[in-house]
């Protein structure tokens, strides 16, 4: 059975940090991509941040040195840490996997989506 399960959402004060989890039940070569995705109400779903099989990392530019993207030792689980968190970053979070390469913040790039864990951001 195929699925990806989000944990980690909730409300946080501006500033404060969050971490992420996905858990995959896939087989390898489908995760072979990971990555995160974020829906804002009323927007459509842009990538924050990828992890490569080979260790690769690509970041929204938005994200980059506030948000890290990393993986357990298993290789079944995925993490997203967001720091210094704003308004801006409230919205839905999805957890992505998907077997073709390269590395791409592309929502059509995925085969495999979970159901999302919401954020929320005040202020």
């Known amino acids: 059975q195929v699925y990806l399960v989000e944990s980690g959402g909730g409300s946080v004060q501006a500033g404060g940090s969050l971490r992420l989890s996905c858990t995959a039940s896939?087989?390898?070569?489908?995760?072979?991509?990971m990555a995160w995705f974020r829906q804002a109400p009323g927007k459509e779903r842009v990538g924050v941040a990828g992890?490569?099989?080979?260790?690769?990392?690509r970041y929204a530019d938005w994200a980059k040195g506030r948000f890290t993207i990393s993986q357990d030792n298993t290789q079944s689980t995925l993490y997203l840490e967001m720091n210094n968190l704003n308004p801006e970053d409230t919205g839905m979070y999805y957890c992505?996997?998907?077997?073709?390469?390269?590395?791409?913040?592309?929502?059509?790039?995925?085969?495999?989506w979970g159901q999302g864990t919401s954020v929320t951001v005040f202020s």
């Open positions: 992890l490569g099989f080979d260790g690769s990392t």
């Open positions: 992505a996997a998907g077997p073709w390469g390269p590395l791409r913040l592309d929502a059509g790039a995925y085969l495999h």
């Open positions: 896939l087989d390898s070569a489908s995760k072979n991509y």
